[in-house]
């Protein structure tokens, strides 16, 4: 009386895999390589600058380990120093009002996840900085 079974029914069916994709949805495993969000800034002056008593121009922050380095404009170049010495990929800048990052790898600016805070230097510290350190020739230096 049972009807025979479809063949086309088979265990075949239900052993089908089924791929999703995780779309929209931003997760940690989500977060590009040399990006740690939970890192806080080093400081709110260039590490080595601090160190030299020298002064920077503008501010970059490692965004993997959180070291604050001074811009290729600055004399001492110390962000991308450090991305040379650490291997860390990833800055964002530390200008009051930019939440720009940079990728060394690829050579490209992009807009990255919030890190932890602050996420920049004072807004009354002054640029270039520090004040009491910049020279009165300051731009005539930076600019050869
Ligand atoms: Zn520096
Ligand atoms: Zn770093």
Known sequence: MTPPADP???PARGARR???RHAGAVTDSA???GIDPSVPPSGTG???CEATSSWWFHLRRCAQCGHVGC???SLGRHATGHTEQTGHPVI???EPGEDWFYDFRTQEGYDGPELAAP???PAEQSVPGPADRVPADWARQLGG
Do not use: K, T, W, Y
Request: proline fraction near 5%; include cysteine; aromatic fraction near 4%.
């Open 71 to 73: 811009c290729d404009d």
């Open 8 to 10: 086309a029914d088979g």
């Open 92 to 94: 964002q800048s530390f």
């Open 18 to 20: 089924r791929r999703r």
């Open 46 to 48: 260039c590490v080595e």
């Open 119 to 121: 996420g920049s230097h």
């Open 31 to 33: 977060l590009p390589s």
